[in-house]
């Protein structure tokens, strides 16, 4: 999915400082972004943000729906580029067709992983079918670290087995590790992601990773985190040192959330629109290739003009600082 944005804010994120968990969870309230047009579907961006930019590689998170496309339009994003960067696209209701510059034509499915790597640069189109009368999921971006930013075009394609959770639910491991499941979708620094479905008055204790840092976010039900209240469209933040995370449905309906983790990423990025860089001179390079329409190729079969760049701010992009 493209930041579209016309004036999209520059970040700096990662090498969050180091040190003990704290006693609560951090809740972030999502902020509201038409995802362009003039019926735009809106999402619901809660990273990154002031308060929180990375939970591990986990840069970006978009969640929207349910949509009912008559009224919106849908998703009709043209193409646009990527780079420094992996797409991780999860869909609850609904069909997504997909085509890149690295001549992948696939759709996305209600639960089913299609993640797409940028590396030095790659472009792609995202358009809901017309067999789509509800919409319903969400994108997140992942950061490449240094090694790897220049990394080939890839496409991974998985379809997770539902696992039953002792207390009440399910998850669907679609990213790394939970609940004994192991995802075979190749990442470059390690990472959680799973979509977790909690029954009505259930109590779920998850095992994880005590190196990484998580997040919850919800997309319905009355849940808590760790006994901290999360409305839907809120992301719960648990820094690393837990061993265990416990989650609550208080509601006499299934609740559905999505689980994210990953080690504190040890580098900073600055992200500027759909772009991954380390510098401001990275940013401009990659606005002026994909404006000369170099570097990140073209997409085929798509009926329509490529999705042109905003224009850079007039100062240059620099750190905003470090969340502590």
């Known amino acids: ?33 038409p995802l362009g047009g003039p019926r735009a579907m809106r999402v619901r961006r809660t990273l990154p943000q002031r308060a929180r930019t990375l939970i591990g590689a986990w840069c970006f998170a978009d969640h929207y729906g349910p949509d009912d496309v008559t009224e919106s339009g849908g998703m009709r994003v043209p193409p646009h580029p990527h780079t420094g960067l992996q797409t991780v696209s999860w869909l609850f209701s609904g069909e997504i067709e997909h085509r890149d510059s690295h001549g992948v034509h696939a759709f996305v499915r209600p639960g089913e992983l299609n993640l797409m790597t940028g590396g030095l640069g790659i472009s792609h189109s995202e358009v809901s079918t017309d067999r789509t009368t509800t919409l319903h999921g969400v994108q997140l971006w992942v950061a490449l670290p240094e090694r790897h930013r220049d990394a080939d075009r890839d496409f991974q394609h998985h379809a997770p087995t539902a696992l039953a959770l002792d207390g009440g639910g399910e998850a669907r491991v679609f990213l790394g590790t939970l609940a004994g499941d192991t995802s075979p979708v190749r990442t470059f620094t390690p990472l959680l992601g799973a979509e977790i479905t909690l029954d009505p008055a259930a109590t779920v204790t998850l095992d994880v990773d005590p190196g990484f840092e998580h997040g919850v976010l919800v997309d319905s039900g009355d849940v808590l985190l760790a006994g901290t209240p999360l409305k839907p469209a809120e992301l719960g933040y648990a820094a690393p040192g837990r061993t265990a995370l416990t989650l609550t449905n208080r509601a006499t309906e299934p609740a559905r959330l999505v689980l994210l983790g990953g080690p504190p990423f040890p580098e900073e990025i600055v992200m500027w629109w759909n772009f991954i860089g380390r ?25 329509g003009a490529p999705l042109p760049a905003p224009e850079l701010p007039n100062a240059p992009l620099k750190p905003r600082g470090r969340v502590r």
């Open 279 to 303: 510098s401001h001179d990275d940013i401009v390079r990659a606005r002026e290739d994909w404006m000369k329409g170099t570097r990140f190729g073209e997409v085929h079969g798509y009926d």
């Open 1 to 33: 999915m493209s930041n579209t944005e016309t004036h999209p804010t520059e970040s700096i994120c990662g090498a969050e400082a180091d040190g003990p968990s704290p006693p609560g969870i951090e809740v972030i309230t999502p902020r509201d972004v």
